[in-house]
């Protein structure tokens, strides 16, 4: 069992950034390859970055590639999604997950997550 809480969502105008934190406790940390999703009102939950156990593998959805970045300080037990050149578009609740299926997965399937953060709600204005 792991428990993960995000925070660092708020409001920023477009152009802005914003750093989302996501705090791991509970089992190993570094046991499982990480991932951030996205849900906005009326819409489906959808995939927007994840990272291996180590942070040497990466993956990206399309719509965010080259503005976001995701990366993970087991250290800490914590992993990032930094996020600029925001748009209004990203406005959505931001939700980490962990997959404990392989430490080297980059799934982009909700279904493949075990763990869930209660979200953070992230709000571009234009």
């Known amino acids: 069992q792991v428990q993960l809480v995000e925070s660092g969502g708020g409001l920023v105008q477009a152009g802005g950034s914003l750093r989302l934190s996501c705090a791991a406790s509970?089992?190993?940390?570094?046991?499982?390859?990480m991932g951030w999703f996205r849900q906005a009102p009326g819409k489906e939950r959808e995939f927007v970055a994840a990272?291996?156990?180590?942070?040497?593998?990466?993956a990206y959805a399309d719509s965010v590639k080259g503005r976001f970045t995701i990366s993970r300080d087991n250290a800490k037990n914590t992993v990032y999604l930094q996020m600029n050149s925001l748009k209004p578009e990203d406005t959505a609740v931001y939700y980490c997950?962990?997959?404990?299926?392989?430490?080297?997965?980059?799934?982009?399937?909700?279904?493949?997550?075990?763990?869930w953060g209660q979200g953070t709600q992230v709000t571009v204005s234009s």
């Open positions: 990272i291996s156990w180590s942070g040497s593998c990466t």
């Open positions: 997950a962990a997959d404990g299926g392989s430490r080297w997965s980059l799934n982009d399937r909700p279904a493949e997550y075990d763990y």
């Open positions: 509970g089992r190993t940390f570094s046991s499982y390859a």
